[in-house]
């Protein structure tokens, strides 16, 4: 089927440390979207990529880092600089007409 | 400065009920205006999009208004059932913004049996 495969689904980080959410599509989607969601708030946009080898920053995008080397795949890093990375983050697509398809999202916990 | 603003309190209606949902917009000039679901620790759904030159959307029990004169987008769920219960959220995005999407803090819904 396709769709938005976000992993993994959970994940602790000690303070200090890199992790990297991987995103991948099957949909064939140009463009590819991560945002970020604490708890009872809405959807704020980290970073977007429009087309492989480009890529934007968001709103937050301060202490997140992505690539985007190949049209299936977007995967975010929080680096250390990012001082208060919990959260849920969610990982979409958009067609052309303007539709996004999220993935189930991945909750980021930092022990 | 640019604000989209849904209620955060949580609507409470009886089964069988129209829910009606409210987004306000400030210093935007939307393309076009989404309305998503999202189910506790899941990823948004698309339900509807409606552009700047449509009026109203419809889509089985969902009707979606767009007054660009107020500022506002209205979603209508009519006959609500106990699952429309979810958080719903609105998105809209600008002609020269790249296709991106912005979003409001979300409103929740609970049917009531």
């Known amino acids: 089927d396709g769709g938005i495969t976000q992993s993994p689904k959970y994940l602790f980080r000690k303070e200090g440390q890199n992790v990297t959410l991987s995103c991948e599509q099957n949909?064939?989607?140009?463009?590819m979207y991560w945002y970020r969601q604490d708890p009872g708030q809405g959807l704020r946009l980290i970073y977007y990529s429009q087309i492989v080898n480009d890529f934007q920053k968001g709103d937050i995008a301060e202490g997140y880092s992505v690539s985007r080397e190949k049209k299936e795949s977007f995967p975010l890093t929080v680096t250390s600089a990012q001082k208060n990375p919990t959260a849920f983050y969610l990982c979409a697509s958009m067609d052309r007409a303007g539709e996004l398809f999220f993935g189930e999202g991945s909750r980021l916990t930092v022990l | 400065s640019q604000k989209i603003e849904q209620n955060s309190e949580a609507l409470n209606i009886q089964e069988g009920k129209t829910a009606t949902l409210t987004c306000n917009y400030t210093?935007?000039?939307?393309?076009?205006l989404q309305w998503y679901r999202q189910d506790p620790g899941r990823g948004p759904v698309f339900l509807l999009l409606?552009?700047?030159?449509?009026k109203e959307k419809r889509k089985e029990r969902l009707k979606v208004t767009f007054d660009t004169t107020l500022k506002q987008s209205l979603f209508h769920i009519t006959a609500s059932q106990p699952a429309d219960s979810a958080t719903y959220l609105c998105?809209?995005?600008?002609?020269?913004?790249?296709?991106?999407?912005?979003f409001g803090g979300g409103t929740r819904l609970m049917v009531k049996p």
């Open positions: 949909l064939n989607h140009d463009a």
């Open positions: 210093n935007y000039s939307p393309a076009y």
């Open positions: 998105a809209l995005t600008q002609d020269n913004a790249g296709n991106m999407l912005t």
């Open positions: 409606i552009r700047e030159n449509e």
